[in-house]
């Protein structure tokens, strides 16, 4: 197997290319790097910085590189022994003129040999069936009217023309255009015209497309004649000229041309989550499934990937049956991981043929540990307070859920509940008995109430867990919708009776509206949670974070070990996340956010002072002014490092920034569609206002900082420590080696300084000294300490690789004065054995001792050992070794900083 060590992520576009890749290999095989992870790398829209936009599944983004830099990169990374693992987009490509697949179908409509490729609802009553090209700032005749939409001759073809976008003409409108002068047509242009009539005969996709390329190249032929060329441009300028032509132009296409917004309420092809210009592939298809890996199966197959990433899994059809065909064409030393978001409870099927999931699981693990569960209380009493209300995470999911069903996905919904109509699962009688409304309403609800990004179940009758999952769905709509009722009970004999007895036919035909309503689960979880609730359920924002949830607050030490036996069981080479592309906040931003759980009722009286220091009356509101505290206590730049010559001088900027995106995705008072400026502006400025450091706020704001990211930084370092020896595998997000305290993205995405990097980690290395710790602490906020020890514990578990995949995890007992703020450990492979200790909570304890971080005295706290481990000890992380009967000390352990990486050796 390919598996990794570790892995790093990089995040290619036009300005991070191969070549700037290139330079920095030097540098990761130093840090310990050992497989690099890539964002996606074929041809995306032009200037896109994230590569999830593919147009073209068969080339290297050009902006980024070629396949002849790609195999030069792979031979370096090969001879340092490192791999590569690829994010692969299999659910949708960019709607774009540069989409050639999708420009083919525009083109010729179901004639294309493309149709079959893209899911689109061919049979809509939406516009007769014609694609929606939902991208006009205006109605198509107002846009018209206005001369934004000409018709012009581009590259062997006409297309009409809207701001800097062009889209293909079907050949039936060449006529159109070319007949606008029949007195002056040359009979070159009639006996094309006259082919052109023929061609509508053809019906035969492949002959019709070798067709439509004869008739385009004879016109081009005809073009290099100057009166030939005069005549078109004259027929050309007479279209322009003329609405009604360029009307009925529009009208002739297999597409239609539309308002941007009308897809709030009706659509008739599947998109990504409620992006208009992402539009979805049938990958279930075989023959598409083929097309859309071939070019990822030869780069396999060429030894330059080693592993693959599944984006957004949850998008596809059948993810069980596709995981399935990807191992198969991958073959068995791929590693394969999928980006999956698990809701509490949920667990990655067992049955995928994968090595795991990308780490949003294991980083809420992490961040919950971190969260003071005896804080809750605390932290929800001040939040109701706050707000003057008494709201539920849970009420406040299902309503922003129905915000994005109802008044952003509305065509969706349509489009299911025609879907069950016309699959005809319902007797007449019984359909008759329910208004259609009322029946729409059912579905919607059940979209709604799913309490996962979805189920996988891909045969009917269900299997038993998950039928009773949906009818648990099921009558808990009941209960609040009573008046659901019949439309519920359709629905359940639908999903689940019918079933029991039904022929294979009336089960396919269930099964297919049941994966189809699961794949619309997915995406209205992710906007009514990650893009909405968590900007605006504000009790504590730690949680408001991709693969962890508001309602979660806090994990204790028992659950967490179970949770990490359970991953070494089942998981063991999935990632450890901390920080991704599509986090919220940055690792080191919720490091200090916990640290606020440590002192709950010192923050809370803090922010009490704040507000009155701060009184406004307009906007901010409360809700989004505690907002703002939290970001600026997490996101705020280390102390000593807010000068015009550090990288976050620009905060002010990020900020505001920042804060209008968290405005919008809230859409509370603004929204990215109706941005209310006032508001956005007037809550900006408040934000502005509390940087200023003259200001009685700054004083108490500083002071306050200070603390809490002394103690940050040894969340943070701990969960280095955790990340690099939990069951999983350590990945390091681009930059992270260094603070992260980036905000979402395009915040997440900035350029990252590795020249100052490579620089740091050289000087460390260079050094030689095995006592870099005291000094490293005293100038923690370069980011130093962080980059060395992810140096050294990377390095560690390159010499100790196995036991990091395949050792046990045992949780160990701590005793004494402190028992409850230390977390322990061993790994534990064949004769090897591993020791991890870490604080927790340590704020409150520093607050008792009133003691700072390095003076902690932990009295008599000590780790008990297994009965079979070895007793002496070599610490991996300083110059120290010790020798006891089955217990350490933890003072012996935490003598400089409070972690521990110590090897046990026998005596």
Not at 166 to 181: G, I, K, M
Not at 511 to 535: H, I, S
Not at 648 to 656: P, V, Y
Request: aromatic share 10%.
């Amino acid at each position: 197997m390919n598996n990794p060590i570790s892995t790093y992520r990089i995040q290619f576009h036009k300005n991070f290319t191969f070549l700037d890749f290139e330079h920095l290999i030097p540098y990761l095989d130093k840090l310990g790097i050992k497989t690099v992870y890539a964002s996606p790398i074929f041809e995306a829209v032009p200037g896109s910085i994230h590569g999830y936009d593919t147009v073209n599944l068969h080339r290297i983004n050009p902006e980024i590189g070629t396949e002849e830099q790609l195999q030069t990169i792979s031979r370096q990374l090969t001879k340092r022994g490192i791999n590569w693992l690829q994010d692969i987009v299999p659910n949708h490509m960019a709607f774009h003129p540069d989409n050639a697949w999708l420009m083919d179908v525009l083109e010729k409509g179901q004639r294309s040999l493309y149709a079959p490729f893209f899911d689109i609802d061919w049979t809509s009553p939406v516009y007769q069936g014609r694609l929606m090209v939902p991208f006009l700032g205006d109605s198509l005749p107002e846009v018209i009217a206005q001369g934004e939409l000409t018709v012009a001759y581009q590259n062997k073809r006409f297309v009409l023309v809207n701001q800097e976008s062009a889209y293909p003409l079907h050949l039936r409108s060449y006529a159109t255009v070319l007949q606008t002068d029949k007195a002056k047509m040359p009979e070159s242009i009639q006996a094309l015209i006259r082919q052109l009539d023929e061609l509508e005969t053809t019906a035969d996709a492949k002959n019709y497309t070798t067709c439509c390329t004869e008739l385009q190249d004879k016109l081009a032929h005809l073009l290099q004649n100057l009166a030939t060329d005069t005549y078109l441009k004259s027929c050309l300028k007479a279209v322009n000229a003329s609405p009604t032509l360029r009307q009925q132009i529009a009208d002739q296409q297999a597409y239609r041309l539309c308002y941007y917004s009308e897809t709030d309420y009706q659509i008739n092809y599947r998109r990504f989550f409620t992006v208009n210009n992402l539009i979805c592939l049938n990958s279930q298809d075989p023959v598409v499934f083929e097309q859309v890996h071939r070019y990822t199966k030869k780069l396999l197959e060429a030894g330059v990937f080693q592993g693959l990433r599944v984006d957004h899994v949850d998008g596809l059809y059948n993810p069980t049956d596709y995981l399935d065909r990807l191992r198969e064409l991958a073959g068995p030393a791929a590693y394969i991981i999928v980006e999956k978001i698990l809701e509490q409870g949920e667990e990655l099927p067992p049955y995928w043929p994968i090595q795991g999931a990308t780490g949003y699981q294991y980083l809420s693990l992490l961040n919950n540990l971190l969260t003071q569960t005896r804080s809750q209380k605390v932290f929800t009493r001040f939040y109701h307070e706050l707000l003057g209300e008494k709201t539920t995470v849970h009420g406040e999911l299902r309503d922003k859920k129905a915000i994005i069903l109802y008044e952003h996905m509305g065509g969706e919904l349509d489009n299911l509940h025609q879907l069950l109509l016309d699959l005809n699962l319902i007797e007449a009688g019984r359909l008759e008995t329910v208004q259609p409304e009322t029946l729409k309403t059912a579905i919607g609800e059940f979209l709604i109430q799913c309490p996962v990004y979805r189920f996988y179940g891909n045969h009917v009758p269900l299997n038993e867990r998950e039928a009773e999952a949906i009818q648990e769905i099921l009558d808990q709509i009941q209960i609040s919708n009573p008046e659901l009722t019949e439309a519920l009970d359709l629905l359940e004999d639908v999903l689940l009776t019918s079933p029991l007895a039904g022929s294979q036919n009336d089960n396919d035909r269930a099964l297919r509206f049941y994966q189809r309503c699961m794949q619309f689960t997915g995406p209205l979880m992710a906007k009514g949670v990650e893009d909405t609730l968590m900007y605006t359920y504000n009790r504590f924002i730690g949680h408001d974070e991709v693969g962890d949830s508001p309602e979660y607050f806090g994990l204790t030490t028992d659950e967490f070990h179970q949770k990490m036996m359970d991953r070494e069981a089942n998981w063991p080479l999935a990632l450890n996340a901390t920080s991704t592309h599509d986090t919220k906040r940055g690792e080191d931003v919720r490091s200090r956010l916990n640290v606020l759980t440590d002192l709950a009722d010192e923050w809370v009286e803090e922010v009490r002072i704040w507000q009155q220091l701060n009184q406004t009356n307009e906007a901010p509101d409360r809700n989004d002014e505690y907002f703002i505290y939290q970001t600026l206590i997490g996101a705020y730049p280390m102390p000593g490092m807010d000068s015009p010559d550090q990288e976050d001088a620009d905060f002010a900027d990020r900020l505001t920034a920042y804060l209008q995106k968290a405005l919008r995705e809230a859409k509370r008072y603004s929204s990215h569609t109706k941005p209310n400026e006032v508001y956005e502006e007037t809550t900006k400025a408040f934000a502005i206002n509390l940087l200023d450091q003259k200001r009685p706020f700054w004083k108490r704001f500083a002071t306050f900082h200070q603390r809490i990211a002394d103690f940050g930084i040894i969340n943070s370092l701990a969960q280095v420590v955790l990340k690099c020896t939990c069951p999983g595998l350590p990945d390091v997000y681009q930059g992270s080696e260094f603070w992260d305290l980036s905000l979402v993205d395009p915040d997440n995405r900035r350029p990252v300084d590795y020249k100052q990097r490579q620089q740091r980690l050289g000087e460390l290395v260079a050094s030689g000294s095995d006592d870099l710790w005291p000094e490293l602490w005293q100038n923690r906020y370069d980011a130093r300490i962080k980059l060395w020890l992810l140096h050294i514990l990377l390095t560690e578990r390159n010499r100790h690789s196995e036991l990091f995949a395949n050792g046990r995890y045992i949780p160990l007992l701590a005793e004494g004065a402190y028992k409850q703020h230390v977390l322990a450990f061993a790994r534990q492979h064949e004769q090897m054995w591993y020791v991890v200790a870490v604080p927790l909570d340590l704020a409150s304890v520093c607050s008792d001792q009133q003691t700072d971080i390095v003076s902690l005295d932990w009295k008599d706290t000590r780790l008990i050992l297994p009965d079979d481990a070895p007793v002496r000890w070599n610490h991996r992380l300083i110059k120290a070794r010790g020798e006891g009967a089955k217990d350490i000390a933890v003072r012996a352990l935490f003598p400089v900083l409070p972690l521990a990486v110590v090897k046990l050796e026998k005596a």
